[in-house]
C-alpha cells in the first residue's frame, strides 16, 4: 500500500461519527500513514482508534490523544469537525455562539503549534463563520484555511439527476456559492444535464419554474433531509469530500467543487468574509475567483453575502473576532 | 476515478452503521461503480443513499431497494451485514435463532436470484453459523460462501504491538482459527514480533504466561471492548476487511488473513461446519488448509470446533438446517 505523502494529517473531533469516518477513509484513500486522532473525549476516542487499528492498514502509523498541543504538533493537514453538532430543528446558526469559541482557541492553537500548516478544512457549523475565525485567529495566509461548501453543489446534482432520471455524472458544473446555510446561492448557469445546459431546460415542461424552485429548497434542506430519514446528521458526504479538499493540496491533482474560502474583494463588494467562490485547489492551496452568472445569480450571492456578514458581526460583538480593522494585527496575512 | 470492476456488488443490510460504511468504503476503494444498498428499513436505507449520493463519487452508478429480488438480481458479490446487532452484554450465540432464519432465508434467495454468484461474505453473529447456514441453502460450492474472521488476528496484532511497544506492521504472522467467538483458538506458533517468534518470547520477563494469557483474553473480547467504549458494536472494522475479503476475488491479489470457510475435513476430525481455517482468498475464492500449531493450539482449535458443532446442532433442531445426512441434497456442492 502506498501513500501520497507521510506529512502528518490530524483529525480534530475523531471520537465523532464525521471524525471517525475521516481516519478510515483517509486511510482508504491511501493519503498518508501518519494520522493522528485528537477528541477531548478519551474514551470514544480510544473506542475509535481501536476500530482504525483493527482494520490494520498496511504501514499506519495512527496515533490518538486528548492534549491538543500533541495532536497539532508539527500537523501539515488537519480536518476539524469538532464543534458541537447540529441536532434535528436546529438551524445553523442556532450553533453560532459555542462553535466560534472553539474555532477562535483552534485557530490560536494552530499558531502555537503548527504554524507550518500547508492546509487545513473547517467542517463544523457554520463553517463559514468557524472557518473565518480560526483563519483570523491562526495568522496563516488565507490559502492555507478553507471550508467544506461542496455538499451544496453535489445536493444539486443528486436532485437534478433524480428529476431528469440521469445518472448522477451526466449533471455537470453544479454550483452553488456564498454562504453553506439556508441562504446559499444556487447558481443556474453553470449546470448542464446530458450536455443541454440547465437555464435551457428551466421554465420548461420538462422543469417548470416552480420545480427548479422546489429543487433549489431541496438543496438548501439537504441537510436538514438528511437528519429527518436518518435520524442523525450527514457524516459521509462531509467526511469524505472534506478529505478529497486535502487530498488535493497533497497529490496536487485538482478539485471539482465550490470551496469555502476567505473572499476580501471590495471591487465587488464582498469584504472581510469566508464563503464560497469559485475556487482552485492544488499543492498552492485555496484561491477563488469571482464566479459568473445571471443578474438574479449574482444578487442571490449578494444577499448570502449579507446574511453572512451579520453573522461575523454577532461573532465580532461577543468578543470572539477581533473588530475589521484589527485584523490585520491579529494575523498579518490578511492585511 | 477507475474501478477494478463493473460487476454487480450488493451490500446487504445498507442502512446500518456497517452497511453504509461498506457502500462508501466500496466506492472509495475503487472496487466497483455497481453498487446495490438493499435493507428492509426503508427511510434509514433512502438517508444512506442521498449522503453516498452527495459523496459525488465520480462513475457511480449506486441503486438502492428493499426487494431482495430486485437486490440480489445479476449479483455477482455480496456482503451481509443484515442481521440483528449485538447489544451490550449479549454473546454472539444470543443471536443465533433470529439470525440463523434470517440467514436461510438470505441462501433461498442466492438461489433463486444470483445462483451465478462469485463470491459473497457473511459478516452478522454468530458468522460462522449464520455463515454455514446460508451456504447450506444457496447451493453454491464452498469456494464462494465466506466469512469474516480477520479482526481476531488483527485484534491480537495491535494488542502484541500495544505490549511490545512497536508498530502495528512489525507484529506478523498474526493467527486465530476455528469460531469468531469467545471459544476461538489464538495460534501463538505464526506470530513474530519484530522478528522475534512469538513462542520464543511466551513466559519471559517480555511477555510472562500471565500477560500472555490477558492478551488473548483482550483478543477474544475486543469486540466487548468496543461496545464498552463507543457505545455500539464495531462497525468500522468489520466493513473495511470484510471488503477487501470481495476485492481480493474482483483482483485476484490475495488477502493476507485468515477467513471463515465450509470445513469438511474427516480426516483432521472437522465435519461439516464453517470456521476460520489457513485460508488463501483470489480469484477462485475461498480456499482452506489445515493450520499448523502446537499440540495446544490444535487442542484449542478442536475445543473451538466442538463449541460450533454444538451451535449447529441447535440450528439443526431448529429446524432451520437440514439434518447433517440432507445436506448434499439441498446442496449438491457439499457432497
Same mark, same amino acid.
Given at each position: 500500500?502506498?501513500?501520497?505523502?507521510?506529512?502528518?494529517?490530524?483529525?480534530?473531533?475523531?471520537?465523532?461519527?464525521?471524525?471517525?469516518?475521516?481516519?478510515?477513509?483517509?486511510?482508504?484513500?491511501?493519503?498518508?500513514?501518519?494520522?493522528?486522532?485528537?477528541?477531548?473525549?478519551?474514551?470514544?476516542?480510544?473506542?475509535?482508534?481501536?476500530?482504525?487499528?483493527?482494520?490494520?492498514?498496511?504501514?499506519?502509523?495512527?496515533?490518538?490523544?486528548?492534549?491538543?498541543?500533541?495532536?497539532?504538533? $508539527?500537523?501539515?493537514?488537519? @480536518?476539524? +469537525? #469538532?464543534? *458541537? /453538532?447540529? %441536532?434535528? =430543528?436546529?438551524?445553523?446558526?442556532?450553533?453560532?455562539?459555542?462553535?466560534?469559541?472553539?474555532?477562535?482557541?483552534?485557530?490560536?492553537?494552530?499558531?502555537?503549534?503548527?504554524?507550518?500548516?500547508?492546509?487545513?478544512?473547517?467542517?463544523?457549523?457554520?463553517?463559514?463563520?468557524? $472557518?473565518?475565525?480560526?483563519? @483570523?485567529? +491562526? #495568522?496563516? *495566509? /488565507?490559502? %492555507?484555511? =478553507?471550508?467544506?461548501?461542496?455538499?451544496?453543489?453535489?445536493?444539486?446534482?443528486?436532485?437534478?439527476?433524480?428529476?431528469?432520471?440521469?445518472?448522477?455524472?451526466?449533471?455537470?458544473?453544479?454550483?452553488?456559492?456564498?454562504?453553506?446555510?439556508?441562504?446559499?446561492?444556487?447558481?443556474?448557469?453553470?449546470?448542464? @444535464?446530458?450536455?443541454?445546459?440547465?437555464?435551457?431546460?428551466? =421554465?420548461?415542461?420538462?422543469?417548470?419554474?416552480?420545480?427548479?424552485?422546489?429543487?433549489?429548497?431541496?438543496?438548501?434542506?439537504?441537510?436538514?433531509?438528511?437528519?429527518?430519514?436518518?435520524?442523525?446528521?450527514?457524516?459521509?458526504?462531509?467526511?469524505?469530500?472534506?478529505?478529497?479538499?486535502?487530498?488535493?493540496?497533497?497529490?496536487?491533482?485538482?478539485?471539482?467543487?465550490?470551496? =469555502?474560502?476567505?473572499?476580501?474583494?471590495?471591487?465587488?463588494?464582498?469584504?472581510?468574509?469566508?464563503?464560497?467562490?469559485?475556487?482552485?485547489?492544488?499543492?498552492?492551496?485555496?484561491?477563488?475567483?469571482?464566479?459568473?452568472?445571471?443578474?438574479?445569480?449574482?444578487?442571490?450571492?449578494?444577499?448570502?453575502?449579507?446574511?453572512?456578514?451579520?453573522?461575523?458581526?454577532?461573532?465580532?460583538?461577543?468578543?470572539?473576532?477581533?473588530?475589521?480593522?484589527?485584523?490585520?494585527?491579529?494575523?498579518?496575512?490578511?492585511?
Amino acid at each position: 500500500m502506498s501513500y501520497v505523502t507521510d506529512d502528518k494529517l490530524v483529525i480534530l473531533g475523531a471520537a465523532g461519527a464525521i471524525g471517525s469516518n475521516m481516519v478510515q477513509a483517509a486511510l482508504t484513500l491511501g493519503m498518508t500513514p501518519n494520522v493522528c486522532m485528537y477528541d477531548p473525549f478519551e474514551k470514544g476516542l480510544q473506542g475509535a482508534a481501536e476500530e482504525i487499528y483493527h482494520c490494520a492498514f498496511p504501514g499506519a502509523k495512527v496515533t490518538w490523544t486528548t492534549d491538543i498541543a500533541t495532536a497539532l504538533q $508539527g500537523a501539515k493537514y488537519f @480536518v476539524s +469537525s #469538532g464543534g *458541537a /453538532p447540529r %441536532k434535528e =430543528g436546529m438551524t445553523r446558526e442556532d450553533l453560532l455562539k459555542g462553535n466560534a469559541e472553539i474555532a477562535a482557541q483552534l485557530g490560536k492553537d494552530i499558531k502555537a503549534y503548527c504554524p507550518d500548516l500547508k492546509f487545513g478544512v473547517i467542517i463544523f457549523n457554520p463553517a463559514d463563520i468557524t $472557518g473565518l475565525t480560526t483563519l @483570523v485567529h +491562526s #495568522g496563516l *495566509a /488565507p490559502s %492555507k484555511i =478553507g471550508t467544506l461548501a461542496a455538499l451544496d453543489s453535489t445536493r444539486l446534482q443528486t436532485a437534478l439527476a433524480q428529476h431528469f432520471g440521469v445518472a448522477q455524472d451526466e449533471v455537470t458544473g453544479c454550483r452553488t456559492y456564498g454562504g453553506h446555510g439556508e441562504m446559499m446561492a444556487v447558481f443556474a448557469g453553470t449546470t448542464k @444535464v446530458a450536455g443541454t445546459p440547465l437555464t435551457d431546460l428551466i =421554465g420548461t415542461d420538462k422543469l417548470t419554474n416552480e420545480q427548479w424552485e422546489e429543487i433549489k429548497g431541496h438543496v438548501k434542506q439537504g441537510g436538514k433531509k438528511i437528519i429527518q430519514l436518518r435520524g442523525r446528521s450527514s457524516f459521509q458526504s462531509p467526511s469524505h469530500q472534506s478529505l478529497l479538499m486535502v487530498k488535493a493540496v497533497m497529490d496536487g491533482q485538482g478539485y471539482p467543487w465550490p470551496s =469555502g474560502l476567505y473572499v476580501n474583494d471590495p471591487a465587488n463588494g464582498f469584504n472581510q468574509i469566508m464563503m464560497a467562490m469559485e475556487t482552485t485547489l492544488d499543492s498552492n492551496g485555496l484561491h477563488g475567483k469571482m464566479p459568473s452568472g445571471s443578474e438574479a445569480d449574482i444578487a442571490a450571492l449578494s444577499e448570502s453575502y449579507q446574511h453572512l456578514c451579520k453573522l461575523r458581526d454577532e461573532v465580532i460583538e461577543m468578543g470572539v473576532l477581533p473588530p475589521l480593522d484589527q485584523w490585520s494585527t491579529v494575523n498579518p496575512n490578511l492585511a
